[in-house]
């Protein structure tokens, strides 16, 4: 049995392994959140287009995805990209377009609920005063469900920030890797999971501590 | 990836010989069977994790609405933020290498007793979310209508609280149940024989990753469509009209 010491990983250790996976992680989460939010509101809009031809691929998509594990889906792209576009590609590079792909999905129906929370009577006045339906949304519709649905956006983002830890599947360095990689080296790698579950509870509390303080705030200006 | 070979499945695990009608028979195995099995796992693993996350999660919701006890509201309270804030991935592996070292009474249990531990409390987290949101969005009327019946504190939540609340979280709670099967995926990371691990085995085995893979991916959405079919039903049967809770969005 190895003793669990937290003292053995100095900012030294820290630096030299974990930083790059931290920086990873983070990377993964904003980049992630930016695209599944970018292509989560294109997702949503074709759902509630009304158009059957646009509504039902994407509600395949969606609901396909939602029932599968994310685990699987990382090891899925992971083996079927190589394939598709004829060569291989990195697991961090690999792990991005999994992870766009996949929160897609789950941000599409925050963003279908934020749509369907704006009364149809906006949409109905930005039509008579001319607007065409790309504008009605950039201009009217859009805003005010992002500005609604910021609180859930968020709540998902750190969501998925738990859930970049999920390409150990397939070896990418992220944080619990990095921390992985020195406990191993120290000997230590209980330790380094303990390390791990302290750095994302005090990333991921105070991550929600603010989404909370943000959510008051909108609350009441509303 | 013109040329699928469904017929892997039907291989024998041991010889690689093609068994006729896919089910071998004795002490040999074919890849089905072998996939049968770790879908057995899948299912053992997520029902049983789920018994645990509603028993604990029950528990923990109810201490956070308790009136006049801050200390077992801020233990609730902690219990969530605790499991809520670590990711699931993080706390199979603590689950898996450090608890055994530091808790003895947990020294000799079988890796798949301490994963089911693991997912269970995890998930516990946020059942007890859920069920706290559904006690509370009863009218506080109900709560002192039982205490001026004279009810203990037990007692209004048995008969008055709990009967309502439960039953307007049941879409949370599908969602939820869903989120289970699926999570249990992580367990391939300490070795458990579940369906993931059995993709990563088999198709390395076999160098057919992508059937293995396919075979694989339609378990989990057969899965995740009959747990949500059986959950509807429960639903249906369940539900007090007009009354909704708020469900949470988004998760896995």
């Keep these: ?222 | 990836m013109s040329n699928w070979d469904w017929q892997v499945f039907c291989r024998d695990t041991v010889t690689g010989d093609q068994v006729a009608g896919c089910f071998a028979t004795g002490r040999d195995q074919t890849y089905l069977q072998w996939m049968l099995q770790a879908w057995g796992m899948t299912v053992t693993v997520s029902l049983s994790a789920l018994l645990v996350a509603l028993i604990v999660g029950s528990i923990i919701g109810v201490l956070r609405t308790l009136p006049d006890s801050p200390k077992l509201v801020a233990f609730g309270n902690a219990w969530v933020e605790f499991f809520r804030n670590i990711p699931l991935l993080v706390q199979i592996f603590i689950w898996n290498y450090v608890v055994p070292d530091v808790i003895p009474m947990t020294a000799n249990l079988p890796p798949m007793v301490l994963i089911i531990l693991g997912l269970g409390f995890f998930t516990s987290a946020r059942v007890a979310e859920q069920l706290r949101s559904g006690i509370q969005a009863l009218p506080r009327g109900q709560r002192y209508a039982g205490m001026a019946l004279g009810l203990t504190t037990p007692q209004y939540y048995r008969f008055v609280l709990l009967p309502m609340a439960y039953r307007i979280i049941m879409p949370p709670l599908t969602s939820e149940s869903m989120n289970i099967f699926k999570n249990s995926a992580v367990a391939f990371a300490v070795s458990i024989p579940e369906l993931t691990q059995f993709y990563l085995q088999a198709g390395e085995e076999t160098g057919k990753q992508i059937e293995i893979y396919l075979g694989v991916l339609a378990a989990y959405v057969l899965t995740a469509m009959i747990v949500n079919r059986v959950m509807v039903f429960i639903e249906g049967r369940l539900r007090v009209p007009g009354m909704v809770a708020a469900g949470g969005m988004g998760g896995h």
């Design chain 1, 1 to 222: 049995m190895e003793p669990v010491q937290l003292s053995v990983f100095s900012w030294e250790v820290f630096s030299a392994f974990a930083l790059k996976g931290l920086y990873y992680s983070l990377f993964l989460t904003l980049i992630a959140t930016l695209g599944g939010v970018f292509f989560g509101t294109l997702l949503a809009m074709m759902r509630l287009s009304g158009l059957k031809w646009l509504d039902m691929p994407a509600a395949i998509y969606v609901n396909g995805m939602r029932s599968m594990p994310l685990v699987m889906v990382i090891l899925g792209f992971f083996l079927m990209v190589p394939y598709l576009i004829g060569r291989p590609i990195g697991a961090e590079f690999s792990a991005i377009i999994t992870f766009i792909a996949f929160e897609a999905a789950y941000f599409s129906e925050i963003m279908r609920a934020g749509i369907q929370s704006i009364s149809r009577g906006q949409m109905f006045a930005g039509q008579a005063l001319g607007m065409t339906y790309a504008q009605n949304m950039k201009l009217v519709v859009l805003p005010q469900a992002f500005r609604n649905m910021l609180p859930v956006l968020l709540t998902q983002t750190i969501i998925l920030f738990q859930d970049t830890s999920l390409v150990y599947a397939i070896g990418a360095y992220d944080l619990l890797k990095g921390l992985e990689t020195a406990g191993k080296n120290l000997g230590q790698v209980k330790s380094a999971y303990l390390l791990a579950a302290v750095i994302y509870f005090i990333i991921c509390s105070l991550l929600s501590f603010l989404v909370k303080r943000l959510h008051k705030k909108i609350a009441i200006i509303r």
